[in-house]
């Protein structure tokens, strides 16, 4: 067994310091990226985003990343507090914040607002202080939802398709100039050649997902998971019979749906719509 690390008090950044012990294990041990994803079963490319930061990993893979070397305590540990980084989600949505930096390809509905992955820094902050966050905590959170948004950048971005219903584009921001730029970056953002937006237009009659957000995550293992929010509350769905009824749903809405192309002409009709601003 290696010696075991001190943790407690070392580092100001806990992801970094995981990232660094995780890239250190390996090289000790001998292992390629690749040799590892064969041993334990998950893509090579998976430890490969743990290692540079990218990701943190879920428990599942931590825990046997902690079993291959033999340091159970520490590693553990370590981790633990790179979840509980203070300039991360809360605790509800930790789990799968870890997931959703794994994921394959995303696929989500939205019922009232734009999905987090499409927020601009303005909406995030308004919508973020609706619901109670104030000084310092606002902050982290609103850099926290921005830098999210970052999953669908760079050079090799997962495949994102995302329905929104009329609601979204209708419940706008107190500024009009924010709200403008809420709805330009959703018509630029569709531009992009992973992401696939489409418009649920008022008056396609009531369906299976009439009051609910959800958020589908194809995962490095091909399985697939969804992290649901209605009202009052939202839950993470592993459950193969559960996530299999959920995407039976979200495909009956897609069927609703605008196409791509007409998308992106009703949000611009939309734009095209709003008052001009007056001129200073």
Not at 83 to 110: C, H, I, N
Not at 172 to 182: A, G, I, K, T, Y
Request: net charge negative; with cysteine; proline share 5%.
């Amino acid at each position: 067994m290696p010696p075991r690390r001190v943790v407690t008090g070392r580092s100001k950044e806990p992801r970094k310091r995981f990232a660094e012990e995780l890239r250190l294990l390996r090289t000790q041990q001998g292992d390629s990226l690749r040799k590892l994803g064969e041993v334990l079963g998950w893509d090579a490319s998976l430890f490969g985003k743990m290692e540079s930061g990218k990701t943190i990993g879920s428990p599942e893979v931590v825990e046997a990343l902690a079993q291959h070397y033999g340091a159970e305590e520490w590693l553990l540990t370590l981790w633990e507090l790179a979840v509980g980084d203070p300039t991360q989600f809360k605790e509800q949505y930790r789990r799968y914040m870890s997931l959703e930096q794994e994921a394959m390809s995303l696929w989500q509905y939205s019922v009232r607002r734009p999905p987090g992955l499409l927020q601009t820094a303005a909406y995030a902050r308004e919508a973020l202080a609706a619901g109670g966050h104030r000084g310092k905590e606002l902050d982290e959170q609103v850099n926290a939802r921005v830098d999210r948004r970052n999953l669908l950048e760079g050079e090799d971005p997962p495949p994102f398709r995302v329905i929104l219903c009329e609601a979204v584009l209708r419940n706008s921001l107190r500024d009009p100039r924010e709200w403008r730029e809420q709805l330009q970056y959703l018509v630029d953002t569709s531009e992009r050649h992973n992401v696939t937006l489409h418009v649920l237009p008022f008056g396609t009659g009531l369906h299976g997902l009439d009051s609910t957000d959800v958020m589908f995550l194809r995962l490095l293992d091909g399985s697939t998971v969804a992290y649901v929010e209605t009202d009052v509350r939202g839950e993470l769905i592993e459950e193969n019979d559960r996530v299999e009824r959920l995407q039976r749903a979200y495909d009956a809405v897609r069927d609703l749906a605008l196409s791509p192309a007409e998308s992106q002409k009703f949000i611009t009709r939309l734009l095209e719509e709003m008052p001009c601003e007056p001129s200073t």
